[in-house]
């Protein structure tokens, strides 16, 4: 059973675009991010949710809007998708916020063209 | 603000070799390190997660180590196999509710 699952692996859009990537995990966890690894793989926070709510937002546009339903989801809804938003974007869950590990999903990788 | 370092940037070693890969962070109040396995095209997978009380973990060839007052950690991998080329990533967690990770260090083991 695979805990972070991220859907779609592979997402490929034209510019002014919305799209969304959902994530799911079955660890129990009550914590869930969002991170942007960039074109020089560089891995960033962006977002983290505790029992569904936000508490980091880490000076990400507005375009991004994540939306966790429950513990288990966290999905990511872009708008007016632009070049520079291309590149791949990972969730992860950890059971709190201080000395758990974290789990990272497979990635989406978008590509904005 | 913590910043993480990570060196050597790219390494390339034959099998058979023990290596040592080094992570360095400036905000010494962490709650925790995490090493990180990063396949081309994959996601993380986690290798070893050291608590701030902790000096060291091992699991199978690899352990790893914390100072925390100097700020620095490694991942020892002992007899390293061409299974193991891959981005290894070093990140910290000081806020409690997120890791600041090291750019990585891209390892290439040769038959």
């Known amino acids: 059973d695979t805990a972070v699952s991220q859907t779609p692996k592979y997402l490929v859009t034209q510019m002014g675009n919305d799209k969304s990537i959902k994530c799911e995990q079955n660890?129990?966890?009550?914590?869930m991010y969002w991170y942007k690894q960039d074109s020089k793989k560089f891995l960033k926070i962006m977002f983290s949710?505790?029992?569904?709510?936000?508490?980091i937002n880490e000076t990400v546009p507005n375009r991004f809007s994540p939306k966790s339903p429950d513990k288990a989801h966290l999905n990511l809804h872009i708008n007016s998708l632009e070049l520079g938003d291309s590149a791949v974007y990972f969730c992860?869950?950890?059971?709190?916020?201080?000395?758990?590990?974290?789990?990272f999903g497979q990635g989406t990788r978008l590509t904005v063209v | 603000k913590q910043e993480v370092t990570q060196i050597p940037a790219a390494l390339s070693v034959p099998e058979g070799e023990n290596l040592v890969l080094n992570c360095s962070f400036t905000?010494?109040?962490?709650?925790?390190l995490q090493w990180f396995r990063q396949d081309p095209g994959k996601g993380l997978t986690s290798l070893l997660l050291?608590?701030?009380?902790?000096r060291e973990q091992t699991s199978g060839r690899l352990n790893a180590s914390l100072d925390k007052s100097s700020g620095r950690s490694t991942l020892y991998i002992a007899a390293s196999q061409p299974g193991d080329s891959a981005t290894y990533l070093c990140?910290?967690?000081?806020?409690?509710?997120?890791?600041?990770f090291g750019e990585g260090t891209q390892l290439t083991v040769n038959p």
């Open positions: 992860a869950s950890s059971q709190g916020t201080g000395h758990t590990e974290a789990f």
């Open positions: 050291i608590q701030s009380s902790q």
């Open positions: 990140a910290v967690n000081t806020s409690g509710s997120r890791l600041t």
């Open positions: 660890l129990g966890h009550d914590t």
């Open positions: 905000d010494s109040a962490i709650y925790n």
């Open positions: 949710y505790n029992n569904k709510e936000l508490i």
